[in-house]
């Protein structure tokens, strides 16, 4: 039952949730390695789009993922195979990974929460177009329909890694994925669910990155967050997924555990639909509810994964809300945006930040943005620019996004 | 657990604005008159059911973030009002922390069109006022803008039960302590792409659109009581197990219903219901398929019948052209019956 909701164990007291399988996709490549090596040593993976005509766009870069040929191996017919698109199979990739390390069977319910923006865009693009250009051609349209459902992408996974359970598609723009992955926390906070699989997905399409070239959002160069000198953001495509599982569960079955996630906190901003309120009140709310369910300070956070999109609002306004929230401590504190190197990745985003963070705790490093040229003076707070190691127990992640939707999430290093 | 009551219902539909017109149309049960829509490339026109103009323009439509929203933003607020009713004050003075959640399948699918038309033809000259709009999430932060609400805000996307799993996350969050009142909306918006898709796999079906809002707490109101008794797993409807199948372990998870329980459908015929002993009524067949917002009609249909004592309780089933089969049951507390005072 969803309502009322049957709770795995009697601990009336909060779970600890500990991540127990990642996987990650994104321009850097397919998988935890590529991936850690690529944040680590602040790469960029920006180029010229390939995936559509961009000749009539005034930006005409990306960090577009190279999608291995073959999927891994799942339990879907030829038949879905077939119907696939990219979102759908970067999804597939991020999941098989994290499901693989997880170690979790098919036999008990897992519920699957899921982000997104635009889930399979590319059907919607196609049947338009034909629907547009031939409107008496009817070949292939249904199908295009039934994948274009956003909840299609997640079924597809289930069906292919053999789950069952509940699927809930979230998509709050640019902050999904996160808002994805604190609800998952929270099902097994609360006790409602033992174990979840949970993340972000979203592919390059052209109406997506149309939608962002006339906003004039779109930086001609690869972007450059919390630059004195940043003209805007890089899209980008990927996807990353975490198994989450309430830690007496994982320990009693001997798993490994990548880290934990210890706060959550969603707020709305009600400024603009596309502009955060200039002094970051939202996301400032955001990241105080997350150290209010984590029991922790700013004084006690390591490392911020910023939102940083690049743009000069986004990041003045984030910049505000980090120096607020973290008052004196801002001047020591590290932060950094990954998105300098894989671009911003919409509903993927917040999860493969939340990956991101996961291995800099893992590693004890910080990931840095090697392309900034300029510090934006505002900026009190010290921005990463070369790889460093670094002592790292708690590291914090916001994702922001358009109809002010803010999401910030803590991770523990996992002793 | 905490419990989680029904406080307020709201309704914008093909049959009008409000829950009266609502429920004067499925008294009815008669299904509505069909409009033309015409559909680019072809000489004939789509059927649909359009939501009516309201009867006196509201006054929400002033509000900044409203003038350019999409129609579903519109049907949206229009029935989250009906529903929050005198506590929007509550909640602009910040006395009350509200929790969104907006329920989808096709979302601002005319902006997105007309964004997507336009970026076809020329992407440089494609509108920058239109694309936001088109983002999902769009309509539940007008919605919030409107309200001055800066709490929790989801917009779950997916067939019509997602409505339902929408009600099991803000029951979710009122226990957790999150936010003190939760509304759940589900609204859809016309538009010839998606009557034009609809056709593709049911040429009788009717696409309408509106919205449709419960406004949930744990407390119960001073008059009668509909309380949320439960809400099903949602089953997984597709190839395997199947619909059936995926209908039958939904039910299963019900109490079986007696006489003076009310039965709410997407449509009459299902065997799994045959046996239902008391009345049934089919919003998607007076009002058309709506997707979110047909979930979200049934379920003010349902609460709208215990509230003025036509029935004692009511499920609601949402097995429809969608992927997953997933039910609810509401009840009048002060009518428990013997099966659910006794059970765990």
Redesign the interface.
Known sequence: ?????PRFSNVAKSHRVVVTGAGIITAFGAGWKVNAAGFRSGRTAFRPVTLFDVS???CKIAAEVDLPDNLPPNRLSCGDLRRLQRAARLLLWAGHEAWSQCGWTGED?VPLVLG??S?EMCH??D???Q??RT??C?KH??SR?THY????QG?NL??ALGL?G????????CASGA?AIG?AW??VR?G?SERVLTGGYDALC??TF???????VLAATPCRPFDAGRNGLTLGEGAAVLALEDSVSAQKRGAEILGEIIGYG??????H??QPQPEGI?AL?AMRAACASAGVVPEQIDYVNAHGTATPQNDASETAAIQSWAGARAATLPVSSTKAGVGHLLGAAGAVEAVASLMALRGQWLPPETSLESPDPLCRFQIVRQPVDAKLNTALSNSF?????NASLIFRRWP | ?SR?FVRGLGAVSPAGWGVPALRDILDKERPLPVQSLA????DKSLPVRAVPPPPVRPSFLAHP?LRRASPMTHYAVGAALEALGQDVELIRSGAQKLG?VACT?T?GISY??R???E??Q???T???MI????????S???L??YL????????????AG?F??G???A??WL??GFVGACLVIGAEEPDW?VS??LR??DSRTVHASGAGALYLKSQPPSSTAVE?A?????F?A?R?PGRAEATRKMRA?LPIGSPDELLCVCERGDAVWSDWPGRVVAPREILGEAFAASAAWQCVAACDAIEHRRCSAANVSITGAG??A?AARFVNPNFLNTQEATSP
């Open positions: 039952m969803l309502f009322p909701a009539r766009q005034r319910p997104t923006t889930g919607g693009q049947y338009l177009r629907a547009l409107p008496r009817f349209q249904a329909v459902l956003v909840q299609q079924i289930a069906n069952h509940e699927v809930v598609n979230i998509s709050n723009a808002n609800h929270e099902m609360a409602r052209h109406l149309a939608g962002f070239d006339t906003l004039q969603a707020t709305t901003d009600t400024h639909l596309t939202a709310a996004g358009f109809g002010g939707a | 657990m989680v559909r680019p490339g072809w973030r969104i399948l979302g997105s069109r964004f997507y038309e970026a076809l020329n992407p440089a494609a509108s920058p694309f936001p709009e088109t983002v999902f999430n769009s539940a932060s007008h919030a803008a001055d609400s800066s709490s929790v805000n989801y917009t779950l996307v997916g067939d997602t339902l799993q009600l099991a996350v029951a979710g226990e957790s792409t034009d898709a593709l796999f949320l439960a809400i099903s797993d949602a997984a597709t395997i998870q992927l997953q997933i």
